[in-house]
């Protein structure tokens, strides 16, 4: 990013992309404007056209909320940013692993992955995917084991963005995460996180005291669940879960404070419960009776 460009992002985004955007903005001249997202977490998608100026020069957006599991309409902003010959910025780290995600099919130019969330590898791994004709300049610089002789970054992918020793442990660990899902089948993994999430969504519902934040239908989401407990504050409430029932949910703001804007939850944060592949009904019914004993 240079100085002018300008970036349109969304109020969903986590700090992993809100900072650096901030960072960018106050180093480099670089601006941004925040496409906000309703109560439910859903979009208007043309709300990206509207905010697109002739200094656009990136979409930098997620694929699914890390507060309300929201998934977003992916395809059609890539449309837009196509259209426009605008570069799309997908960040996967909430989707890569429970929902199908392809670069070439959803129609981005980058896309960055967690391996420790929907891919259940290590901590500290993760992956950018670069179509071919995108330009970037490395930000850090070192060895790489290769073309020593240079003074320069090799131009060759991908030595040119690997400075430096790498994670190997942990790569290999991710290697046998990306193994686990591929034999599984991420088909396999999405019908039955869906089936658990209506479960959760329907307990959830049917809790009087229980507020549930985004949007209610399974399908639009993944496995994340943000709520509130009335008359208790989400801190409360999780150590009441953590010592009373052996449950651990988080309680705050998740990373993601313009999410929690949007919701209407910034002033108190929320609790957010997950589920994932190895998650089982019973799991979902123990937690519900849990909540049922949290009172103020």
Partial sequence: MKAGDHVVTTSLEHNAVIRPLHSLSGTRGVSYTVVKCDEKGRFD???????????????????????TGTILPVRGIADIAKERGITMLLDAAQSAGSIEVDATRLGVDLLAFAGHKGLPGPAGTGGLYIRDGITLDPLMEG??????????????LPERFEAGTLNYPGICGLKEALKYINSTGVDKIREKELAIIKRMIDGLRSLRHITLYGCK??????????FNVAGMAPAQAA????MEHNIMVRAGLHCAPLAHESIGTADTGTLR?????????????RFISALETLRP
């Fill in 45 to 67: 998608i043309n709300d990206f056209a509207r905010d697109i100026t002739d200094k656009t020069t990136m979409f930098a957006i997620n694929h699914a909320s890390n507060v």
């Fill in 143 to 156: 060895g790489t084991g290769s073309d020593s002789l240079s003074l320069l970054m090799p131009q060759n």
């Fill in 217 to 226: 239908e399974a399908d639009g989401i993944t496995g994340v669940f943000a």
């Fill in 239 to 242: 150590h009441k879960l953590d």
């Fill in 273 to 285: 419960a997950s589920i994932g592949y190895a998650t089982t009904m019973g799991d979902i019914d």
